[in-house]
């Protein structure tokens, strides 16, 4: 693999794996497979995926969370959802190590769909690593960072930022816009980064690298971007920070996002 996170022949690289999950978070892993195991059978569960700072090897004890991805041999369901949630709260309650857990639930026929091709497929093939089950990034393509998958990775910007503004304004404690700040900030920096991937031809998932990178083409932007990294990992309450994300920088950022790649394809 290249410093640029590429193949020899320029596609991503995976860039995940359970060799890489630092050992303090083994005992995590492991009870996170265990629980899914025995709340989804068979008949539910395709396969299950981590992803984020924990399988990059980035990842903080006490300040990191746990993300966990499930391909559902059907559409998600309430109860689904409801189950996940149960996972969440006892994964988190059991742990110090984790602060918070999120679970994404999807589809195989989702995810292997053409209108998640460089979406949701993407994310399986290059960002995630597997856990339990079959591998469905062996059914999905090779991908190279083109303006196609920023359009339609991050392309959708403009449609968040209205939802993040009413729960700013919703946001009854710290908590609450900690949270909300994570989610932004995240999001903000990922778009960022895949605004100019195309032009730096290559891929990283390292937010702080993402905002240095995005500075090489943005530098009057660099400083909100580097704010915005930095909340990512450690998030803020500070109503300033949200503001500078919902309403200054993220503004701008779908307006010249949309003008370089395009929205993406509208999902139902």
């Known amino acids: ?100 857990v999120g679970i994404l639930l999807s589809s195989t026929r989702a995810l292997l769909s053409e209108l998640e091709r460089h979406d949701g497929g993407f994310f399986v093939a290059c960002l995630c690593t597997p856990l339990l089950g079959g591998d469905l990034g062996e059914q999905l393509p090779r991908y190279r960072p083109t303006a196609l998958l920023a359009r339609e990775t991050n392309g959708d910007l403009s449609l968040a930022l209205p939802r993040w503004r009413r729960r700013a304004a919703e946001a009854a404690t710290d908590a609450d816009r900690k949270t909300l700040s994570r989610i932004a900030a995240r999001k903000v920096v990922r778009t960022g980064f895949t605004l100019i991937m195309p032009r730096w031809d290559g891929w990283t998932s390292d937010l702080s690298e993402s905002a240095e990178l995005f500075g090489r083409y943005y530098p009057e932007r660099v400083e909100q971007m580097r704010v915005a990294a930095a909340t990512g990992r450690t998030p803020s309450a500070d109503p300033a920070v949200l503001s500078t994300l919902i309403d200054d920088l993220g503004p701008w950022l779908a307006a010249e996002y949309t003008a370089v790649h395009g929205e993406r394809a509208p999902r139902p």
């Open 1 to 100: 693999m290249s410093g640029r996170g590429l193949e020899k022949d320029g596609t991503i690289a995976r860039e995940d794996a359970l060799s890489r999950v630092p050992e303090a978070f083994a005992p995590v892993i492991d009870a996170a497979r265990v629980q899914i195991t025995e709340v989804f059978d068979s008949t539910r569960l395709h396969s299950a995926y981590l992803y984020g700072s924990i399988p990059r090897g980035a990842a903080i004890p006490g300040v990191s969370d746990l993300d966990l991805l499930l391909a559902l041999r059907h559409e998600p369901t309430e109860a689904d959802r409801s189950d996940a949630t149960t996972i969440e709260v006892a994964l988190d309650r059991s742990f110090i190590q984790i602060d918070g």
